[in-house]
């Protein structure tokens, strides 16, 4: 585990926060109303920043620097989702100053470039300041969502997947010098890729779009040689790292039914392809990270200055291990049926979205009460 040299109180609010959006989205989706827009431009950029606000400063080894800049941050966000939820639609303005203040947090606690995994996280927060940078000149929309899909969510996911897998599962990660190639496979892709649907050329985003999967691959490969060593103290795997395996699986599923999309222009199934990577990929690896970060910093801050004064609950007696079992076992079965029969059956999935939505309320409010941890006693 790496030790955190200090704390963002923001960073457990806003992955609870996130998870709130996440469910009021798919009461969107089951309503009828846009729930791709909520998704996009305000759930995932609200949980990625603020895992990043405590992860980029603590993967460098360094205390957080002018953490004052995380409530503007909060402030500029609000801002944000009142104007979505009164349009409903985003302030070009305001939305460009909120991922360009995402990104000046990140140049300012860069200690080095030394790290793919940073870069990965800085590039990430480059995109996201270029999506907004887009929005204000009313660029295409799909070209928009991209930007910050691919260019923002993927970057940042495919550092953190370097950083997060050899870590839970205490294992040593293999062929270290693949991220480096995952890294300049992905974002030589992006450029070509976005240019391709800014002027609709759906040949040029497919064959872009291989890049990215490869990038992906290249990941998996590398998870896979890392687990394979089998020297990790744990027996079995770590339940976080469940989850990120499962996601890859739907990463590399739902990309490739995207870019068969793109380069045969037979646009049936691009529902999967949406849906898929918003509630298949993102929201597992969501679920399967928020479970160890938003535990893990509030025993750190709650119940690490307690040891051997008083008897003290591990991370297990904070959250079930059950929790994400039952997630499992729920809230798959009903998101693979509930995309199955969009295309089939619109009644049926709605019922099972329906479900869906039940599941990830019950683990909402089961991360609830360690979202809001009490300041430290001085």
């Known amino acids: 585990m790496i030790r955190p040299a200090s704390f963002v109180r923001l960073t457990s609010i806003y992955i609870f926060l996130s998870l709130i959006l996440i469910d009021l989205s798919l009461l969107f989706k089951l309503l009828g109303k846009a729930y791709t827009e909520l998704l996009i431009f305000i759930a995932f950029p609200l949980l990625i920043m603020g895992t990043l606000f405590q992860m980029y400063p603590t993967l460098q080894g360094i205390a957080i620097r002018w953490e004052w800049l995380t409530y503007i941050h909060l402030a500029l966000f609000l801002t944000n989702l009142f104007s979505f939820f009164v349009k409903p639609a985003s302030s070009p303005y305001f939305y460009f100053l909120f991922a360009l203040l995402s990104l000046a947090f990140l140049l300012i606690n860069t200690k080095s470039l030394r790290d793919p995994s940073v870069v990965f996280f800085l590039l990430g927060g480059v995109y996201f300041a270029l999506s907004g940078f887009f929005m204000l000149m009313d660029l295409n929309l799909l070209m928009i969502k991209h930007t910050l899909t691919a260019g923002f969510f993927l970057n940042v996911i495919l550092g953190a997947y370097y950083v997060f897998v050899p870590m ?130 509030y025993w750190w801050r709650v119940y690490a200055p307690k040891i051997g004064k008083e008897k003290i609950p591990t991370l297990k007696e904070l959250i079930n291990p059950e929790v994400l079992k039952f997630y499992l076992f729920a809230g798959l079965p009903s998101f693979v049926l509930a995309l199955l029969n969009e295309n089939f059956n619109p009644t049926l999935s709605s019922i099972f979205y329906a479900l869906f939505l039940l599941v990830n309320i019950y683990y909402s409010l089961r991360i609830l009460p360690l979202a809001f941890f009490p300041p430290p006693k001085t």
């Open 168 to 297: 839970l599962q205490v294992e040593e990660l293999k062929h270290p010098k693949a991220r480096w190639i995952s890294l300049i496979l992905h974002n030589l892709s992006i450029p070509p890729f976005l240019y391709g649907w800014h002027v609709g050329n759906m040949k040029l985003v497919a064959y872009s779009g291989l890049f990215v999967l490869l990038s992906f691959f290249l990941l998996a490969f590398v998870v896979y040689q890392s687990l394979l060593q089998k020297k990790s103290p744990l027996k079995g795997l770590d339940p976080s790292v469940r989850y990120l395996i499962l996601g890859l699986f739907m990463a590399v599923f739902f990309l490739s039914i995207g870019i068969s999309t793109a380069g045969s222009g037979n646009y049936g199934f691009i529902g999967w392809h949406r849906d898929g990577m918003l509630y298949g990929f993102l929201l597992f690896i969501t679920i399967g990270a928020s479970y160890h970060i938003v535990p893990f910093l």
